[in-house]
């Protein structure tokens, strides 16, 4: 029961994404040293984050990654289920293959609170504040990374 | 970000063997039908249950599977947790892999609190609290179908 590296990734550059100033992008290799994650792998993250639309990749000599206005108001629930899919605890939470036990299953109640738990605590934790939480010293760090 | 069909499945055959008369025996076969489980995948979940503890199997005539006193007073964390090892959101989360990230990463805070609002549910849903809200009709459904 845990998220994919993928996921993990995903949140890590969206929040990277945005903490820059409004319009800039930044290169694969600039994201990969910021996030701590694998070039080739993040290729496909970012990749599923523009898919999704909450990313824009733009080619050419000024290319990059930069964030869209609908990934600005993303929730790291946004993010993760732009990577995996709908999050369901368990199968019996599928709304289109609902559960025929559902009725004499005394756990089914509790997969539902278990799951309204935690997706209260990802809906509601939004990449943009995030973001503004991070000191400039540390963006900063991830610049001058970027840079070196 | 699921439970493994095998969990799902520990926590219905907690919650069945729970709901039977203390110190009952009930087979494979029973509980199986009991569970809606595949018998031999079920087979491999009540050897881990009973590894962890929380169950007997008894060999013999009067063999069969039962509920320990420790398996009595498990959450469906515990039975969760039996199947899959510690449950832990991300991998940031683990005890042994302190991530280095952890203080500059304004998520590694939201993944603790999402841990701790699932953890909470499932750590506070008593395998025979949830035993004890299944009608007797529903165990005598049970009871019915496994003599069948």
Redesign the interface.
Known sequence: ?????A??YA??VM?HLASLPEGERQSLPQLAAAT?APESFLAKILQALSRAGLILARRGKIGGFELLPIGRQAS?RDV?EAM?GP??????LLSGDPCE?KH????HR?WV??QE??L???GT?MISE??A??TPQ?VN?DLKKDEA
Chains 1, 2 share one sequence.
Not at 87 to 92: D, G, Q, W
Not at 104 to 107: D, G, I, L, M
């Open positions: 029961m845990q998220v994919t590296r996921s993990d949140v890590r929040i701590d790291m993760i995996e999050l369901v605890l368990n199968v019996c036990r004499q299953c005394p756990s509790v609170k278990a738990a935690l209260n605590v990802l934790s995030l973001a939480e991070r540390t760090i």
